[in-house]
DNA sequence: CATTCTCGAAAACGGTCGTTCTCCTACGGT
DNA sequence: ACCGTAGGAGAACGACCGTTTTCGAGAATG
């Protein structure tokens, strides 16, 4: 009954390991760097999780579920379906606004190590299939179209990478504007086919 | 005067790193994994690029210089300036269908080492600059407002990213159709402010 | 107090990687 | 034929990394 900290070994770890992985990518960060930043010694750190792949496993999992969970909390403080589509971009100003934002984890990881490791191409996949189910759902309740939820996509996927690689945070910004264009466009049945 | 292949020394080392860092990450690949590739002893590749750190680096300028290249080489085969910008994403679809996809390889190395490397991130940058300066002149041509140049430069980074994690080269269509709606509100004068 | 057990610090191990060096072959000039 | 040299194949070297092991300092128990 030594646990004076309310944290856990485990959260500990993956504190470390998410800032760590996240700020200067996979291959570049040694389990030595976690122990060091964690201050849980190296036999712990393998007790808990026993290999630097189930480490990594977990990081993405973890990001991949608080991410979602923090944008879905930010979307739900408006009302109007159309502000909360909308409102996906605001709160990716913020995130893009955070000191330490390096782009998206799960780009940046399947980049990194996805023609290497199944596994994290899977996760990378999966984050990104559910972040379109998210806004597929908004699209739906908006009455909107379908096929908006692709355009929506690809503007916030841009948005972040462009963010990451200019190191500013307005592309945010434009991919609002265009995501009101395209809104307006679909409600106004603005059928776009060739 | 053994000049039996047309290829020189250097065109073969690169042609190997390039086929190598795209497709596995720069990391993942050992310089005796492109002697092997290349065929070129260890000993003349450390003359032709004293280090890895200047090999990486050539391979993503020669990347860069040819992909703008390709891309412009295409839409020249359009005439009417509407035509050429979505032409644009026309090559997109073209290049996603190729065997091999991986994504962007500037976002991949940012993202892999742009943390560690100030070079790589520079050239990232760099690439990016060159592709947004190259849709400007497209959005200039065609009479649109400047502003569209973001939201076109969102839509097709974001094309990139999701059809490499996704696998399909169909986001290409859907980035056209949104950049389609974009130009033609454009055109119409609609201002999206808030 | 003696003993056993726990646990953290750090050394050690095996493998890989970037880079250099060695050795050997083959050829060119006289 | 002989020698000098270039060039290629691969061993070697030093550093690093993921992982395991050792060692010693306490705490718990009799």
């Known amino acids: ?19 760590l992985f996240y700020g200067r990518g ?8 976690i122990r060091t930043a ?11 999780f026993p290999s630097k792949d189930t480490l990594v496993e ?7 579920a608080r991410w979602l969970r923090d944008l879905a909390q930010y979307v739900d403080t408006y009302d109007s379906p ?25 780009i940046n990881s399947f980049g990194e190590l996805g023609a290497t490791s199944q596994t994290v ?9 559910a972040f379109r189910r ?10 909107a179209p379908a096929w908006l939820t692709d355009q929506l ?3 916030a996927e841009g948005a972040m990478t462009t963010a990451a690689i200019s190191g500013t945070p307005e592309h945010a910004r434009h991919a609002k504007d265009a995501a009101r264009t395209l809104l307006r466009a679909a409600h106004a049945g603005v059928v776009t086919a060739a």
């Not at 996979?26 to 760097?33: E, K, N, R, W, Y």
């Not at 964690?38 to 808990?48: A, E, I």
């Not at 709160?91 to 782009?103: A, H, K, T, V």
């Open 134 to 143: 998210y806004l597929a759902d908004l699209v739906a309740v908006a009455d």
């Open 58 to 64: 977990a990081y993405l999992r973890r990001r991949d």
């Open 38 to 48: 964690s201050g849980v010694p190296l036999k712990r750190l393998y007790q808990t």
């Open 82 to 106: 159309e502000q909360r589509i909308l409102a996906v971009f605001d709160w990716l100003f913020l995130w893009f606004s955070e000191q330490g934002f390096r782009g998206c984890g799960f």
């Open 26 to 33: 996979i291959q570049s960060v040694g389990m030595d760097a």
């Open 1 to 19: 009954m030594s646990e004076v900290e309310p944290e856990t070994t485990e959260q500990r770890i993956l504190d470390a390991a998410e800032e």
């Open 121 to 129: 191409a899977d996760i990378a996949k999966a984050h990104k299939d």
């Open 153 to 155: 996509v690809l503007l």
